[in-house]
């Protein structure tokens, strides 16, 4: 270990570099052993040289070259589904459907899941995992126990399995307590009297009707007795972690908000793949690093890693720096440019026109696309420079 001198410190701090580098600087000279000032200082040149390499020439056409890094490995996606994290009961959309899913900022994704890891109380033992379980998914009465119609008497019964209601509610020692709060559920939900005989519940219409018979019976396969409604299943997998060896919670659909209140859950490294859960839970920093590792994780499913990151994070960027979710396209990001010619480029070109000429909107041919259009250089990189001739006395 080496420690960080006043002569050190000062070889660091005069290099051109943000702070989080300068702290890595320092983490990499403390972790060898005998660093000397000399040393410390090519540690930081390097870095410095390396770091202003990387950086982006003024005016260059960041947005073009983004568009174009992400857009060309994007033409070698798939249109697929494919499963989920190797979890083999579980299917998600991959490949091109999600990343235009993730551009064009839809509200609901075609299949919500969710990845939920457990705190330490429950993250090491199946049981306690299992209690987790039972409170995010909805549990059905077609999980419960058997129903049965008796058209004679007008009766809807319900036999309970006496071993299910253990099993999801571990913390209730008595099953017919356990069918008293089932049958409290029915009542509140169709509005009927249930009468209960240990785990077996009877009920059935006011007026005796067929229809309404079978109508009951189908209100009570939509009642959600325990857990969340939106999320349907819910599947438990050993996994190697950061934090070691646990049980990780995979989910059929997505609840955030409610899903961190849970007992259990370790709320700082759960996450779904609803970008606009996010926002709405966690805020938009939160949404755009969601962005961010979404479309990454598409692009490398499909073997496509290489794209790099930043031009992800400008994407990610332009979707959320006015703090709300835009998609790219006409109805975001793309259809409120100031261009007129921008706008008209994309989609719908003659309302655009129309609608320009009505209010008279001028252009002032700033951007890429509009001066593409009419034939002017573009005022990027070397077509922003102005050349003059002038004599030795200038």
Not at 105 to 118: C, E, G, I, Q, S
Not at 339 to 365: C, P
Request: charged share 30%; net charge negative.
């Amino acid at each position: 270990m080496t420690e960080i001198t006043d002569d050190i410190e000062a070889a660091v701090e005069d290099r051109s570099l943000p702070r989080r580098l300068k702290e890595e600087v320092y983490d990499a000279i403390e972790s060898r052993d005998g660093v000397t000032t000399k040393q410390a200082e090519q540690i930081a040149k390097a870095v410095e040289s390396q770091y202003m390499d990387t950086r982006v020439d003024p005016l260059d056409p960041v947005g073009t070259v983004s568009a174009q890094s992400i857009g060309e490995p994007g033409t070698q996606m798939t249109m697929n589904t494919f499963h989920y994290a190797g979890v083999a009961e579980m299917d998600v959309t991959q490949g091109l459907p999600r990343l235009i899913e993730l551009v064009d900022a839809r509200k609901n994704p075609d299949t919500p899941v969710m990845t939920v890891h457990l705190d330490e109380e429950h993250r090491d033992d199946r049981e306690k995992a299992h209690e987790v379980v039972w409170n995010i998914e909805s549990t059905k009465i077609l999980s419960l126990g058997d129903i049965s119609t008796n058209v004679a008497d007008m009766i809807v019964s319900i036999n309970l399995n006496e071993d299910t209601l253990q099993e999801r509610w571990p913390t209730m020692d008595s099953t017919n307590e356990i069918a008293g709060d089932i049958a409290d559920i029915i009542e509140d939900s169709l509005g009927v009297k249930v009468t209960q005989q240990g785990t077996v519940l009877e009920f059935g219409p006011e007026e005796p009707s067929y229809r309404d018979l079978l109508q009951l019976v189908e209100q009570l396969r939509d009642v959600v007795f325990k857990g969340i409604e939106d999320i349907t299943r819910v599947v438990v997998r050993k996994e190697d972690t950061e934090e070691g060896e646990e049980f990780v919670l995979y989910t059929e659909g997505s609840a955030l908000k409610k899903v961190l209140r849970i007992d259990g859950v370790d709320a700082t490294r759960t996450s779904c793949n609803n970008i606009h859960e996010i926002h709405k839970t966690l805020g938009i920093e939160a949404a755009r690093e969601a962005i961010i590792n979404e479309t990454m994780d598409t692009l490398e499913e499909q073997g496509l890693g290489d794209v790099n990151i930043r031009h992800l994070m400008l994407v990610a960027d332009i979707m959320t720096n006015d703090g709300t979710i835009q998609s790219i396209g006409r109805h975001g990001i793309s259809g409120n440019k100031d261009s007129v010619l921008a706008r008209a480029a994309f989609e719908v070109t003659v309302n655009h026109l129309l609608d320009a000429a009505i209010y008279g909107e001028a252009d002032d041919l700033d951007g890429v696309i509009e001066n593409v259009i009419v034939g002017k250089p573009v005022k990027l990189g070397t077509g922003d420079v102005d050349l003059r001739m002038g004599s030795k006395s200038d």
